[in-house]
């Protein structure tokens, strides 16, 4: 549906809008006719973000849908904006308002640039724009920034914001997964998890809605990251396997994913490399190397010996009790003398036992 924005309903203004749903009266440009064959030359839309700039015509999909309270309407499901590809058409939808930081003059400059190529620098290699006369770094970024989540985020928006993804998580989805963001939240809407802010229950609930099956591949894999990551959150690195499994299983919470299956996928991700076992304990890969790699840089600690303290420890340790009026314990001046001459030292202790003094 070719169609062109009028009027808002709902919210009365966009900054009132803090759901994303809302409704709107949208001029209709192509020959479009009624049950009684009278032509309708205007439309309420309805769906999340619709796009409410004036001046541009937008490529609308979705459906006629009949409200018993509200009547006839337009569920938007997405759109496109429909740009002429000359200099008129591309300055008048830089310089809309649609993307915060372009306007007429800039508009126009980056036009005379990058010519019909505009959109195509915009959507590939943004960073160009530097190019022109007056976009600072801190310019490039806020008109990067509003690009991507007017156009480049535009269909995960219509796709995730019944799900509650804010447009500002849509662009990040986008900055991360690039053109095939839509692809891969298809395929395995769990790697949303990814993005900071999108935690396992919500991409479930998405995945379940889009119509992934409760007992996939994908889910249960999820669910054992998830598992770990979450032990994880709680201080623990690693996890019993036979605990882990169960934890699994409970998060999941299907008839049909019981720990046989589990334990399944469990060992397809030991032999792909996503989950590492030592022993009977499981690991996250990136954990496991973590904590390897910890392991070295204490082994080759050790392995330097014990540092050369120049002067006396216990003629020091007497001149700073002298110096603050305090006395430590032996086991004290023992912890000090071995933080000053070990490659490294742990101290430990409850609340109250000096480990501060």
């Known amino acids: 549906m070719l169609c062109s924005f009028k009027r808002l309903i709902y919210p009365k203004t966009p900054e009132a809008n803090s759901s994303g749903y809302m409704i709107g009266i949208y001029n209709i440009h192509e020959k479009l006719l009624d049950v009684k064959g009278s032509k309708i030359n205007e439309m309420k839309v309805v769906g999340y973000y619709l ?12 459906n006629w849908a009949r409200n018993e309270k509200h009547g006839t309407q337009f569920e938007m499901e997405s759109y496109q904006e429909v740009i002429r590809t000359d200099r008129t058409g591309i300055v008048a939808y830089l310089s809309s308002g649609m993307i915060k930081g372009i306007g007429p003059k800039t508009a126009e400059k980056i036009y005379d640039t990058f010519g019909n190529q505009t959109l195509d620098i915009l959507d590939k290699h943004p960073e160009k724009l530097k190019d022109i006369p007056g976009i600072s770094n801190n310019k490039l970024k ?12 535009r269909d995960i928006v219509t796709l995730l914001a019944p799900h509650g993804v804010t447009p500002n998580k849509a662009a990040k989805i986008f900055r991360k997964f690039g053109l095939d963001s839509l692809k891969v939240i298809r395929e395995n809407p769990y790697r949303l998890c990814e993005i900071d802010g ?11 809605d889009m119509g992934l099956s409760p007992t996939s591949a994908v889910r ?3 669910g054992l990251l998830h598992t770990l990551n979450d032990a994880e959150m709680q201080g623990h690195l690693c996890m ?26 469990a060992y397809a991700m030991l032999k792909d490399n996503e989950l590492v076992l030592y022993g009977d304990q499981v690991y996250r890969r990136p954990t496991a190397r973590a904590e390897i790699s910890v392991a070295d840089s204490v082994f080759k600690l050790l392995s330097c010996g014990a540092v050369k303290y120049k002067t006396n420890l216990d003629t020091e340790i007497n001149i700073e009790e002298r110096k603050h009026g305090i006395r430590f314990a032996s086991e004290q001046r023992q912890a ?9 030292c742990i101290i430990t202790g409850g609340t109250g036992t000096g480990k501060s003094e």
């Open 240 to 265: 019993e396997k036979s605990h882990f499994i169960k934890k699994c299983v409970e998060l999941l919470n299907t008839e049909g994913i019981d720990a046989a299956m589990v334990s399944g996928r």
């Open 336 to 344: 000090i003398k071995s933080a000053l001459t070990s490659r490294i």
């Open 198 to 208: 999108i935690g396992f229950l919500t991409a479930d609930k998405i995945a379940l």
């Open 220 to 222: 249960v894999d999820a």
């Open 142 to 153: 806020r008109i990067c920034d509003s690009y991507l989540a007017t156009r480049g985020a």
């Open 51 to 62: 796009p409410i700039i004036g001046n541009i015509r937008f490529k609308m999909a979705g």
